[in-house]
T-cell receptor
């Protein structure tokens, strides 16, 4: 089972920031938080990941609480193309190449509206 | 550089038949993972290959199998197809090191009649 809890759906106005929460209260010390998204009928797309520090890249920012029990993915200026299902996943990095088994939950369906 | 390529993109089979799906990872990527996506069960991990060896396997029956070739290309096979095998089958590749970032293909949509 997925170790994360996300709201099933959210709406966001175009141009505004989209803040997607994720609860992972049972996260272990060696587990990272990953975010992926899946636009309808496409393969999932990696967005960002982090361990305990906040992270930012060209797509989004990831804010992880100090106790690491929850995090928020921030899309600073949402566009219609950001409409997708967003998945929050926790997993440990495995040395030696075994890293492909992500456990996807149901995710949050983000609808960006004009 | 080219992304993950999956073939065929769409296919229709009948119950009892078998199917083989192909995945070409991003050049230089050594790890290939396969996922099944259905409306009811969502995205579920099938198996992962690294350097031609199966590293992990999900909770699927033995009818689902896979392999990886020396050039990192991978195939998965489903034998004795059932109606419930209708799904989007996704392949993902990664460097196979610490990155943790998977690159997914567009998937192969299988319909079993």
């Amino acid at each position: 089972d997925a170790k994360t809890t996300q709201p099933p759906s959210m709406d966001c106005a175009e141009g505004r920031a989209a803040n997607l929460p994720c609860n992972h209260s049972t996260i272990s010390g060696n587990e990272y938080v990953y975010w992926y998204r899946q636009i309808h009928s496409q393969g999932p797309q990696y967005i960002i990941h982090g361990l305990k520090n906040n992270e930012t890249n060209e797509m989004a920012s990831l804010i992880i609480t100090e106790d690491r029990k929850s995090s928020t993915l921030i899309l600073p200026h949402a566009t219609l193309r950001d409409t997708a299902v967003y998945y929050c996943i926790v997993r440990a990095l495995n040395y030696g190449g075994s890293q492909g088994n992500l456990i996807f939950g149901k995710g949050t369906k983000l609808s960006v509206k004009p | 550089k080219a992304g993950v390529t999956q073939t065929p993109r769409y296919l229709i089979k009948t119950r009892g038949q078998q199917v083989t799906l192909s995945c070409s990872p991003i050049s230089g990527h050594r790890s290939v993972s396969w996922y099944q996506q259905t409306p009811g069960q969502g995205l579920q991990f099938l198996f992962e290959y690294f350097s031609e060896t199966q590293r992990n396997k999900g909770n699927f029956p033995g009818r689902f199998s896979g392999r990886q070739f020396s050039n990192s290309r991978s195939e998965m096979n489903v034998s004795t197809l059932e109606l419930g095998d209708s799904a989007l089958y996704l392949c993902a590749s990664s460097l196979g090191q610490l990155a943790g970032e998977l690159f997914f293909g567009e998937g192969s949509r299988l319909t079993v009649l």
